[in-house]
Structures are given as structure tokens and as C-alpha cells.
């Protein structure tokens, strides 16, 4: 057979059978407008993307805007929805300033691409989120993976640099296992070693600090000149979207240089206009961060575990992929939705059953899940 007869695609019959061998196949769930399970497997933490204010948000910016942003934020796709949105955020999270993104996936590869370079080291945890490894790798910086939540590591690697710039990356709440990032040691380090901090709160915003305002600013770190945030609008905020916030001249330099910003479609009205209106439902009742972390409790218990989690993430490890998908699989059919994460999201030997406390869950609902999860993992 020549070569020009074979499929330039037919590796991907191989990859594919590896895949289901390993039990790593992936595939897409229809969601229903109202489900019949109880869904622990979401991010809505703050049990806000159905809410009906933030619904009314959504339709009130459709209505002045349109449904489209019609542009770049550069060219036409700037509101004055968006700019408020940013002057809360940042008002809310402690930052001098914020710029909006169309997702956090962009906020994060638009920040740490335009926040680095040739001249610059960046240090990233190894277990951050896939859009800091990207932005890492886009950086065109040198890059050291510093052992999970290694601050000696992260110090050895910034005495050691030759770049006379260096980036340290970490996530406040690590989405696997929702731990929490040693940020407090993280920024005396970068401090001592003239480092520029990202923090990822994608996990923090709604659940942890005051009210939600996320761990930088529960440790009192919100504002510092070395620090900068990144978040998304789509998990407690229960809308799309994400935020990269920080001191003035961040905002400006990310105007001007971050890609994911210049050349993306802006934010669409209605994603900003529920954003803005999920905030406000947080500012006004602070209460909902610390209900997230009571029913994670509750989930916690149900699952055996007698301490206290310090996010909306349980964490729940089986060990093998097939364990985990059985599992997932044996609750499903009790009716709960649990998540799974299986490699190359997590590392070998550790694929788990994952799931996501929020606000709203009713006493009757989190005793359904108590009734499931302990009768499934008995016999896991």
C-alpha cells in the first residue's frame, strides 16, 4: 500500500484503543435544562447559575447590548457593562484594578504570557491547572515545576535563576483535591527574591476569606504591589468568563500585550450582566461562602473523612480508572452525579471520585448523597 493511501488520521485508531484499554476514554453528557440526579459534580458552588437574579441580569444586558459583544474589546466590544463588572470585581477582591476576559482559560494564558518572557523565570507548581502549564509553555521563559506546594523548592529555584525577572504560579485552591496553597510563605519568598506572585482563584472566589473574597485576600495579602490574581467567572459566579486583577499598570500592560485579549472576541453582555449580578447576590449575602464549606463538610463525613475540607472540593481517591468510572457509575445509578478524574488530570494511581459542595443543597439532598456515597464506597 503506498503512503498516500493510508489516512493521515489512522494513528488515531491506535490512540483511541488505548484509550478505552486504560479505561481513559472521555466522552460528552448531554445536560438537561432541569435534572432528575443530584448533581455533585458542578462548579456552581454558590448554586447561583440558575438563580433567578442572575438569569435577570443576563436577559436586562441582552436587551441594551445584544446577544453578541460584536468585537475585540479593542475595536468594538468594550461596554460600560464591562468596566463595571471590572470596578466591582476589583472593589470586591481588593485589587486596584481589573480587566475581564472571555474566559479563565484566556485570563490565565493572556496573564502569564504577557507577565513573563525570554527575560524572565517562571516557577509553577505541579499540579496547576492545565491554562498556567499552557501559558508556561507559551511564555518563551525558562520554566522550573516546583514540587506541590514546595516553598523551599520555589526559593532554591528563584536564588538560582539568571533572569533578572521571575514569575512564581500557584492556584490558591488546587481543583483535584481543593488543599490550599501555602500563599502566605509563597509571597514572602517572591518577596525576598523581587518575584511577581500569580495566584489562581478560580476555586477560591465564593468559597473562601471574607464573604468570598477569595484566600489572597483572607490573608490579608489583597492589594500588595507583587501580587496578581486570576479568576474566572464561571464556577461560584455561576456565569462565563474570567478576570485577571492586579495594581494599575498591570491592567494597562495586559491591554497592551496580552494576545488572548487583543485578538478574542470580548465577553458576550449576557455572561458580563449575570456575572455582575452574581456578585452583587455574594456582596450582599456573605453568608454563602461559608454555607459552601459547611455542606463540603457534610459531603466530607459521608464520604469517611473526619476532617474538615478547606474548599467546596471533596476528594475521594480509588486508585485505578476503572475503580473510579465503576464508582461513579454505581452512584449515577442511585442518583447522584459525582465527577471522575482520571490521567492525565491527576497522577497515576490516584483517579478519584470528585465532588463539589454548594450553597444551595438542601438538608434532604445532602442526605440522599450521604445514603449513596456511603453505600457505594463500602463496597469500592
Known amino acids: 500500500m503506498t503512503r498516500a493511501a493510508v489516512s493521515p488520521l489512522s494513528w488515531l485508531d491506535d490512540v483511541e484503543r488505548d484509550r478505552r484499554a486504560a479505561s481513559l476514554r472521555r466522552g460528552l453528557r448531554t445536560r438537561e435544562a432541569v435534572e432528575a440526579d443530584l448533581d455533585l459534580a458542578r462548579n456552581d458552588y454558590l448554586g447561583l447559575a440558575d438563580h433567578p437574579a442572575v438569569a435577570a441580569g443576563a436577559v436586562a444586558a441582552v436587551q441594551t447590548w445584544g446577544t453578541g459583544s460584536t468585537g475585540s474589546r479593542l475595536v468594538t466590544g468594550n461596554t460600560a457593562l464591562h468596566e463595571e463588572l471590572e ?3 476589583a472593589g470586591f477582591l481588593g485589587a486596584a484594578s481589573a480587566l475581564v476576559f472571555s474566559s479563565g482559560y484566556t485570563a490565565n494564558l493572556g496573564a502569564v504570557v504577557a507577565l513573563s518572557g525570554p527575560d524572565c523565570l517562571l516557577v509553577s507548581d505541579e499540579l496547576n ?6 501559558g508556561c509553555r507559551l511564555s518563551r521563559s525558562a520554566v522550573t515545576i516546583a514540587g506541590h506546594c514546595d516553598v523551599d523548592a520555589v526559593a532554591a529555584a528563584l536564588a538560582a ?3 533578572p525577572r521571575a514569575v512564581v504560579l500557584t492556584e490558591s485552591v488546587f481543583s483535584t483535591d481543593g488543599g490550599l496553597a501555602p500563599l502566605a510563605e509563597l509571597h514572602a519568598t517572591c518577596r525576598r527574591h523581587g518575584a511577581l506572585l500569580i495566584v489562581d482563584e478560580a476555586h477560591g472566589l465564593g468559597v473562601r476569606g471574607d464573604g468570598g473574597r477569595g484566600l489572597v485576600h483572607e490573608l490579608g495579602l489583597a492589594g500588595a504591589p507583587d501580587i496578581v490574581i ?19 499598570p498591570v491592567r494597562a500592560h495586559l491591554i497592551d500585550a496580552a494576545r488572548t485579549f487583543i485578538f478574542d472576541t470580548g465577553l458576550n453582555p449576557a455572561a ?10 455574594l456582596a450582599a449575602e456573605p453568608a454563602l461562602a461559608s454555607a459552601v464549606l459547611d455542606n ?5 463525613r459521608a464520604c469517611g473523612q473526619q476532617r474538615r475540607p ?10 485505578a480508572p476503572d475503580v473510579a468510572l465503576a464508582a461513579a457509575a454505581a452512584c449515577l445509578d442511585r442518583g447522584v452525579r459525582v465527577g471522575v478524574f482520571r490521567p492525565p488530570t491527576v497522577p497515576e494511581g490516584t483517579s478519584r471520585l470528585r465532588l463539589t459542595a454548594r450553597a444551595s443543597l438542601t438538608p434532604a439532598e445532602l442526605d440522599l448523597a450521604a445514603r449513596v456515597l456511603a453505600e457505594v464506597l463500602a463496597g469500592s
Not at 491547572?129 to 499552557?134: I, Q
Request: avoid cysteine; hydrophobic fraction near 55%; glycine fraction near 10%.
Open 87 to 89: 470596578t466591582e470585581l
Open 129 to 134: 491547572h492545565a491554562s498556567l502549564v499552557d
Open 161 to 163: 535563576r539568571t533572569q
Open 230 to 248: 486570576t479568576a474566572t467567572l464561571s464556577k461560584a459566579l455561576g456565569s462565563q468568563g474570567g478576570v485577571v486583577l492586579g495594581p494599575a
Open 272 to 281: 458580563v450582566g449575570a456575572a455582575l449580578a452574581a456578585l452583587r447576590l
Open 296 to 300: 463540603a463538610a457534610a459531603l466530607a
Open 310 to 319: 478547606e474548599s467546596a472540593v471533596v476528594s475521594v481517591i480509588l486508585g
